[in-house]
């Protein structure tokens, strides 16, 4: 494991303890009440984190990618609705508008996405599909004099309608190529512009405490100004943000098997049965020590594509590896500390119930396993077989 320099230790260990002292003591009972946690996201924003891979001139702290993941991990060590939360909001909301955004659009947006003071979303699934964004994609964006006039859905979108939400990044069809595939755009669409309607959100199996949404648009305008980047660049831009995504997503599902090692550690030493603690029994230290070995092998896996990323570097397939070993990794670990709960796993109160019901998502989120396969043949050049 490379050690972590001071500066990300400092960041590692201040979230570390945010987590364990704000957050934790009441997540519980927000989750239970499908409440999104505005008090938790205000105090997150106050401490930069929804700032941290952007530069200080746009009202970031100036860090880098790697920082979001170490953050991301500490918190989904506690609970997987305020990681999401901010993972969506920094990774999906509003790196695109720093990386594709002009001036203008960076100006308008980053200082108050970077201080948390509004969240960002991204729009690209829609009712007919996710794993094929191109095949799937029915919504329209048609140039009317200087405005795009947008019409469509989009399926299970992440903060898009809290109060504070400020924009949806919409992937939209805005043309054909000269190849005859359809043109994809994205146009950037501020909470409450007419026309644009969000549904009421969703009961969902886990991650209770964050905001996932229906959208729909129908005659919604905007701006012209209100296209991100170039137009028909809109495919290239959400398959660069979906990789730094893996890895943030990566970091997440780490997160959270480590809280299940956590949990475990604590309990094994307390439950007692036939005499002894249960953390006596082997049948127990090799649940723990599979635990430990997964997530272990899960952090090395983000932290190789984090470093390959920020230099610079291709990492598409290990960005893949790491989503997918670390998904799998937490998916095993719910399940195995909710086993070592035994009843208690089952009940609510205890964080492993919370960890299982968030675990799944993981699979499928930010494209499926399946997907990620799909990606890691491709780089091996099986696809034109
Ligand atoms: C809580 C939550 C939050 C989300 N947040 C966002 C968000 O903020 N923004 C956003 O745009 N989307 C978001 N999503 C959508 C998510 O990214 C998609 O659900 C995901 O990409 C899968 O798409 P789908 O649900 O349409 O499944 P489908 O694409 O319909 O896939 C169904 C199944 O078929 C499999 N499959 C598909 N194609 C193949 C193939 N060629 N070979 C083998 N198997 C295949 C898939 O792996 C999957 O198992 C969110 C989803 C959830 C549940």
Not at 129 to 145: E, N, Q
Request: aromatic residues 8%.
């Amino acid at each position: 494991m490379p050690k972590l320099g001071d500066e990300y230790e400092d960041l590692r260990k201040t979230v570390e303890a945010f987590a364990r002292d704000v957050v934790a003591p009441v997540i519980g009972d927000f989750y239970e009440r499908e409440e999104f946690p505005y008090d938790i996201v205000r105090q997150m924003g106050a401490m930069g984190l929804f700032g941290l891979p952007i530069p200080e001139e746009h009202g970031g702290m100036g860090g880098d990618y790697f920082a979001l993941c170490l953050a991301l991990e500490e918190l989904a060590r506690v609970d997987s609705s305020v990681a999401i939360t901010l993972e969506a909001a920094v990774s999906l909301g509003a790196m695109p508008i720093y990386r594709f955004g002009t001036d203008a659009q960076r100006a308008e947006w980053l200082p108050r996405l970077a201080a948390g003071e509004a969240l960002g979303a991204f729009g690209l699934t829609e009712p007919g599909g996710g794993s094929d964004v191109p095949g799937g994609m029915r919504t329209t964006a048609v140039l009317d004099g200087d405005e795009w006039v947008i019409n469509g859905s989009k399926a299970f979108i992440t903060n898009s309608g809290t109060d504070i939400t400020g924009v949806v990044g919409v992937a939209a069809i805005t043309g054909s190529r000269a190849d005859g595939r359809p043109e994809i755009s994205t146009i950037l669409v501020p909470s409450g512009t007419p026309g644009f309607t969000v549904s009421k959100k969703y009961s969902k199996v886990g991650w209770n405490a964050s905001d996932t949404r229906e959208l729909s648009f129908s005659d919604c305008r905007v701006p012209s100004a209100n296209l991100l980047g170039e137009r028909g660049r809109g495919y290239a831009q959400f398959l660069q943000t979906l990789d730094e995504g893996r890895v943030a997503i990566a970091a997440l599902s780490v997160g959270l098997a480590q809280g299940c090692v956590d949990e475990c550690l604590r309990y094994v030493r307390e439950r007692q049965a036939f005499g002894h603690p249960i953390g006596h029994y082997q049948a127990i230290q090799f649940k723990i020590a599979d635990m430990e070995t997964r997530t272990h092998t899960a952090r090395l896996a983000y932290y190789h594509a984090a470093e390959r990323m920020l230099a610079g570097e291709p990492f598409k397939k290990e960005a893949a590896i790491a989503k997918l070993v670390s998904s799998n990794a937490a998916m095993d670990n719910a399940r195995d500390a909710t086993q070592i709960f035994g009843g208690y796993g089952f009940m609510n109160e205890y964080p492993v119930g919370r960890f299982y019901r968030d675990a799944k998502i993981l699979e499928i989120g930010e494209g499926t396993s399946e997907v990620q396969r799909m990606l890691i043949a491709r780089e091996l050049g099986l696809a034109d077989l």
